[in-house]
C-alpha cells in the first residue's frame, strides 16, 4: 500500500486532456513539494514535473502540474500516443525521521 | 552533461550481502545529495534511502532500516548503497538518483539484484 493514491490505470483518445490525481496527507503532500515522473518499459523514470508546477526545460509543454491542500494531478494535453507510460508522484513525508514517498504508479493508455 | 553509471547487482542467496555503487559525472558531485529507489519486477517505485552533500545526514526507508548502509565518497564521485541480510523482496533494479526528497532530477539505467536461493 503506497503512502499516496494514484488511479492504477487511465486512458483516452488522441488529442484528448487526460488528468491524473495524486492523494496524500499533510506531513507529504500537505507539506512538500510533489514530484511527477514518467517511465517507459525497460527504462529509468524521467522527470516531468517539480516543485509542485515546473516543468524541466525539454518537457514539453502539454504537461502541467497542479496542488491543492494534501492532493497534486498531472495533466496531459493534446494526448499523443508517445505518452502512453507509467506516471509516478513523489514527495517527501516528514514523519518520524523523515522519509521518500511515491504513488503506486498510473498506467495511462492512449487508445 | 549528467551522468550515473550503478554497478555492483547479481544473484544473491538470501541472507547474503552485496554492495551497489553509483559513479557519477558532469555535476559538482559533492554539492548535492542523492538517493537510491527501487523497482521490484512489475511493481512501482520505492525509496529506499538518501544522503546529504558531505554525508553526514542519511535516511532509510522502514523496510531496509538497520540492513542498508548508504555511503559516499565524494573524493571520487560515487555512490553506494551497502546491503546486508538480503530478502527476496529486496529483488528489484536500484536506481541511484541525483537529488532527495522527491526531486530526483537525473536517474542511472538500474542495476538487478536478485535474492534467490
Known amino acids: 500500500q503506497s503512502v499516496l493514491s494514484q488511479p492504477p490505470s487511465a486512458s483516452g483518445t488522441p488529442g484528448q486532456r487526460v488528468t491524473i490525481s495524486c492523494s496524500g496527507s499533510y506531513p507529504n503532500i500537505g507539506s512538500n513539494f510533489v514530484y511527477w515522473f514518467q517511465q517507459f518499459p525497460g527504462t529509468a523514470p524521467k522527470v516531468l514535473i517539480y516543485r509542485d508546477n515546473q516543468r524541466p526545460s525539454g518537457v514539453p509543454d502539454r504537461f502541467s502540474g497542479s496542488k491543492s491542500g494534501s492532493s497534486a494531478s498531472l495533466t496531459i494535453s493534446g494526448l499523443r500516443s508517445e505518452d502512453e507510460a507509467d506516471y509516478y508522484c513523489?514527495?517527501?513525508?516528514?514523519?518520524?525521521?523523515?522519509?521518500?514517498?511515491f504513488g503506486g504508479g498510473t498506467k495511462l493508455t492512449v487508445l | 552533461e549528467v551522468q550515473l553509471v550503478e554497478s555492483g547487482g547479481g544473484l544473491i542467496q538470501p541472507g547474503g550481502s552485496l554492495r551497489l555503487s553509483c559513479e557519477a559525472s558532469g555535476f559538482a558531485f559533492s554539492s548535492y545529495a542523492m538517493s537510491w529507489v527501487r523497482q521490484a519486477p512489475g511493481k512501482g517505485l520505492e525509496w529506499v534511502s538518501c544522503i546529504s552533500g558531505n554525508g553526514l545526514g542519511t535516511n532509510y526507508a522502514d523496510a531496509v532500516k538497520g540492513r542498508f548502509t548508504i555511503s559516499r565518497d565524494n573524493s571520487m564521485n560515487t555512490l553506494s548503497l551497502q546491503m546486508d541480510s538480503l530478502r527476496a523482496d529486496d529483488t528489484a533494479v536500484y536506481y541511484c538518483?541525483?537529488?532527495?526528497?522527491?526531486?530526483?532530477?537525473?536517474w542511472g539505467q538500474g542495476t538487478l539484484v536478485t535474492v534467490s536461493s
Open positions: 513523489a514527495a517527501w513525508d516528514d514523519r518520524l525521521s523523515g522519509r521518500g514517498v
Open positions: 538518483a541525483r537529488g532527495r526528497y522527491g526531486d530526483y532530477g537525473d
